[in-house]
């Protein structure tokens, strides 16, 4: 039987991707995004799709769209670059905004599924993490209006399931890449493989020995459509188990690029986490779940949506150039 699903944050790289994936299985999808960091563009395959409808609406501020079977919320600020410049909005989306997804689950009986993140383990202390760890998180440093917020929304969505006995979900997602990630906004991958096209110095902070796990885009949500499917309430990473140190990474883009770019030394972040790995025991347990795309295959996979963007951008500068050239 089809649904119809509402998805916030649905205009981000992974609420569109998800929106996809929602559709093929036959259901409708109510979006809502307020752009703030999201895209249309993401978006612009579905104009003709009439069983989905998108409506710019911020979800700090209460939303109602009539009877709905399962709502998706993925709104908020994700990379370092975003919320740091909104930081007041990340923390306001993880709780009013997450609040008011809440109100609407719990009055139409729908089911809810909440994006969280491995930064509620913050800088670990236990490797790699499984979900029973509490974490080690700086309450009041500049990661934690991303961090702090998505703990509080992890604490919420448990009260609204064991108060209100909503039907919850949480995935703590570990770092995702693939179509559709925005070029510019300052994660790894997307740094990386930009500044490799460009043939620009590739940035390192730190001595590049720290460690995260790359997870693309459609097994991260072949992850959480299990999830969705499934009748696990507490939190299940959803991440590859595969670790690589920044530097590595860069390694591997510019072999799968063929770029010439050198890679340069930088200070590293307040806060930035040493390791990151995830415990995927309880997916793979539970749900059934692991990557199957390795990190090389994954940058391969999307390298011709970077080309593009760059493309793009380089158009665009030219443009800019040349219009400036005629008002000499």
């Known amino acids: 039987m089809t649904k119809r699903v509402l998805i916030t944050g649905v205009a981000g790289f992974l609420g569109s991707h998800l929106t996809d994936a929602l559709l093929s299985e036959g259901?409708?999808?109510?979006?809502?995004?307020?752009?703030?960091?999201?895209?249309?563009?993401?978006?612009?395959?579905?104009?003709?799709?009439?069983?989905?409808?998108?409506h710019?609406?911020?979800?700090?501020?209460?939303?109602?769209?009539?009877?709905?079977?399962?709502?998706?919320?993925?709104?908020?600020?994700a990379s370092p670059e975003d919320y740091s410049r909104l930081g007041i909005e990340t923390l306001e989306v993880g709780s009013s905004g997450t609040r008011n997804a809440l109100e609407l689950a719990s009055k139409y009986g729908a089911k809810f599924l909440h994006a969280s993140t491995s930064e509620c383990y913050g800088?670990?202390?236990?490797?790699?993490?499984?979900?029973?760890?509490?974490?080690?998180?700086?309450?009041v440093g500049p990661r934690s209006v991303y961090d702090e917020a998505k703990r509080f929304s992890e604490a919420l969505v448990m009260a609204y399931h064991r108060y209100r006995k909503v039907d919850t979900r949480l995935v703590r997602i570990f770092n995702t890449y693939g179509p559709r990630l925005h070029a510019e906004d300052g994660r790894v991958i997307s740094n990386f493989i930009v500044q490799a096209l460009q043939r620009d110095d590739l940035t390192v902070y730190g001595d590049g020995s720290q460690t995260r796990s790359f997870c693309y885009v459609s097994d991260?949500?072949?992850?959480?459509?299990?999830?969705?499917?499934?009748?696990q309430h507490?939190?299940?990473?959803?991440?590859?188990?595969?670790?690589?140190?920044?530097?590595?990474?860069?390694?591997?883009?510019?072999?799968?690029?063929?770029?010439?770019?050198?890679?340069?030394?930088?200070?590293?972040?307040?806060?930035?986490?040493?390791?990151?790995?995830?415990?995927?025991?309880?997916?793979?347990?539970?749900?059934?779940?692991?990557?199957?795309?390795?990190?090389?295959?994954?940058?391969?996979?999307?390298?011709?949506?970077?080309?593009?963007?760059?493309?793009?951008?380089?158009?665009?500068?030219?443009?800019?150039?040349f219009e400036k050239g005629l008002r000499r």
Not at 56 to 77: G, L, M, W
Request: some cysteine.
């Open 56 to 77: 710019q609406h911020d979800i700090c501020v209460p939303f109602d769209f009539d009877k709905i079977d399962y709502v998706f919320n993925f709104a908020s600020p």
């Open 234 to 321: 507490l939190p299940v990473n959803i991440g590859n188990p595969s670790e690589w140190t920044i530097l590595d990474c860069a390694r591997a883009v510019l072999r799968v690029t063929g770029s010439a770019s050198r890679i340069v030394f930088k200070p590293l972040p307040v806060d930035d986490p040493t390791q990151r790995q995830p415990d995927i025991t309880r997916a793979r347990q539970l749900l059934g779940w692991e990557p199957k795309i390795d990190l090389e295959t994954g940058l391969r996979l999307c390298l011709e949506y970077f080309q593009s963007r760059v493309a793009m951008n380089i158009s665009a500068h030219e443009k800019t150039e």
């Open 220 to 231: 991260e949500i072949d992850g959480f459509l299990r999830l969705a499917h499934s009748d």
């Open 27 to 54: 259901n409708s999808v109510v979006g809502i995004d307020n752009l703030s960091t999201g895209s249309l563009e993401n978006l612009k395959h579905l104009q003709s799709e009439p069983r989905f409808d998108f």
């Open 123 to 139: 800088d670990p202390t236990i490797h790699p993490q499984p979900e029973e760890y509490w974490g080690n998180v700086n309450p």
